[in-house]
């Protein structure tokens, strides 16, 4: 069975639309998953060119300037003229709608040569080597230039596709390769592999060869708790409101949407019940957010965002709780996150300093105080330790999502985005992953002390 590629609707966020020209052509670009790109629809219509969906195989064919190429979804190989592959360093995007081109990419896939498409007859593979453990790659030699078809059928399951012979006939399996068969007919040499474990698969082109490695994806084990609790993620900002804006143009709505997806899937893993007040780039109104939490009998909310600050310095993870602020500079977190109010009464209309006297005479009300200190310091401590970022403790402020939440509730500021090092640690996947593992892993200590 093949890959159903539905889990990258997961790490879906758009950043910000742009213009880029190539070929004479200018372009409308979207940012998705971090890299800058262009629809193939949007490609072939500012081209002129004859584009298709074979949806069955996940493929977008594409016949342009006199040749055939051939996407597929999150795939790294892009065939032209059904004969040579060009290896990307990231897979083509698909968010189940659309294929993405990274902009970074269309010189490389669309300049090709004729002369570089066919390789010659006399091209056979010569070597085929299969080595390592931990990670195990296998290295396809030829007696000349090469080009290689990778398909992940599954995540125990590779296809290679190579448009010559080989002299090779068959392979010994070695590490995570349990079996390997090669068929070789007509000049087409087909090589299927199976793996004893789930791996990410990488591939780039080497001297007259390719070289694909199989990298066992981590396995995360969350503790399971002894109790089952309900819970309510609430992801910053959304919709008009994009938060907090890096000079890259990363935006705060997106990175809290994707933290906050992950966090989900491990809260759930826990066996607790988790909703969430948006799940895809909506706004939605701050005092919605706490309705819905009390609507649906939460036992925590937990509000996801990250930083900024107008000096490019500060940098590290901070977890806070309603109450009244001790410092100025939590004062002003707070009127910055407040701040997204003005798209719900209107900007002449929104008065920050009464919105922050307002929410501070509610304090004396908030039964959940206690209770909401102790959750932010087992978030704060498991984050800090999970991500490496800078402890920057805990804090307490009058945040209005906060406000009339009739359970324990938490904001999360998960690291500055108007710091260019930790930006850029924010912007990678991997890291968005730890800060939802050490998150996950506060509550799991809350609930379980």
Known sequence: MRRVFVLSLLVL????????????????????????????AEFAAKTGSRHAWVAEKKKGVLVYAGHTYVFTASNRTVVIDNQAGIHLPEPIGWDGVNLYIPVAMLERIFSVK???????????????????????????????????????????????????????????????????????????????????????????????????????????TQPVTKRKLVIVIDPGHGGK????????????????????????????????TVYMTRTTDKYVPLADRTKYA???????????????????????????????????????????????????????AYDPDAVLNDIIATLLTNRFQRESEELAGYIQDASAAKTGFKDRGLNQAGFYVLKGCSMPAVLIEGGFLTNATEEAKIRQS??????????AQGVSDYVNP
């Open 13 to 40: 966020f758009f950043l910000e639309a742009g213009t880029v020209t190539f070929a004479g052509k200018t372009f409308t670009t979207v940012t998705y998953a971090s890299r800058e790109s262009v629809t193939l």
């Open 114 to 220: 004729s002369s570089d498409l066919k390789p010659s007859e006399d091209i056979k593979i010569e070597k085929i080597i299969l080595s390592g453990s931990n990670p195990t790659t296998i290295k396809i030699l030829a007696s000349g230039p090469i080009s290689c078809e990778v398909i992940e059928n599954s995540s125990t399951s590779v296809t290679l596709k190579l448009p010559v012979g080989s002299n090779v006939s068959q392979i010994s399996p070695s590490g995570f390769v349990s079996s390997a068969t090669l068929r070789n007919h007509n000049n087409q040499t087909t090589i299927n592999l199976k793996l004893s474990r789930e791996c990410t698969v990488s591939s780039k082109g080497i001297t007259n060869g390719i070289q694909v490695t199989f990298t066992p994806k981590a396995v995360v």
């Open 241 to 272: 409101d994009p938060g907090a804006v890096s000079k890259k143009g990363t935006k705060e709505k997106a990175m809290a949407l994707d933290t906050s997806l992950r966090l989900k899937k491990l809260l759930e893993a826990q066996g607790h």
């Open 294 to 348: 009390n609507a649906k009998k939460a036992d925590l909310f937990i509000s996801i965002h990250y930083n900024a600050n107008r000096s490019s310095s500060p940098s590290g993870f901070e977890t806070y709780f309603l109450g009244m602020h001790r410092l100025e500079y939590a004062k002003n977190v707070a009127l910055r996150e407040n701040a997204s109010l003005k798209y719900d009464i209107g900007e002449n």
């Open 430 to 439: 991997s890291c968005r992953q730890k800060i939802a593992e050490g998150i």
